[in-house]
């Protein structure tokens, strides 16, 4: 039983040091050039998970944060050029009804603070109310356990109930926060 043992540790122990020196050979430095927002760790995982160019772009690409990619190798460096694209989207609104009319803006955010998260605040108006709102969440990434979301808002509203005859029965104003 003892001899099992020693040939099992002895073929692990050889096993490790003719690997040790391929996985040394293998760590390259990553030089990355052209980030505004985005944090260097972001695409350093990326190369981390995959070994050939074309696969660090594909995976770059599917980020959705760069209109550009480019990777080349050494032997002792991958290189990466990335041109971002502008990740903050204004989307304005309005609209009209025969009583009531309305409009807003929200900005979305799809890199808030350069770690891919996701970001939208924004707000709207009608003739008898208005609303803010935002939201946050935070994707799941090597520093952290776990995903997470969370969301606000609030706002205040004027409800009017009238009869048949357009009569006004009650009026309320109502605010609310979430």
């Known amino acids: 039983m003892a001899l099992e043992k020693l040939k099992f540790f002895f073929t692990a122990f050889l096993f490790l040091l003719f690997t040790i020196p391929t996985f040394a050979s293998e760590a390259k430095d990553i030089n990355i050039q052209g980030l505004k ?35 080349s190798t ?41 770690i891919m998260d996701k970001a939208a605040i924004g707000g709207f108006v009608t003739k008898e109310s208005w609303r803010l709102l935002a939201q946050y969440n935070h994707i799941q990434t090597r520093d952290a356990f776990c995903g997470w979301y969370t969301s606000i808002n609030g706002g205040k509203s004027t409800t009017k109930l009238r009869d048949e005859d357009s009569d006004l029965l009650l009026e309320y104003d109502s605010c609310n926060l979430t």
Request: net charge negative.
């Open 37 to 71: 927002r985005t944090k260097p760790h972001i695409i350093e995982d990326i190369v981390r998970k995959n070994s050939a160019p074309s696969e660090i772009i594909n995976e770059l690409q599917k980020t959705q944060l760069f209109s550009d990619v480019d990777v």
């Open 74 to 114: 050494t032997d002792s460096a991958i290189n990466i050029t990335v041109q971002e694209k502008f990740s903050i989207i204004p989307v304005p609104f309005a609209f009209a009804q025969s009583d009531n009319w309305g409009g807003g803006l929200i900005l979305l955010d799809n890199n808030a603070f350069g």
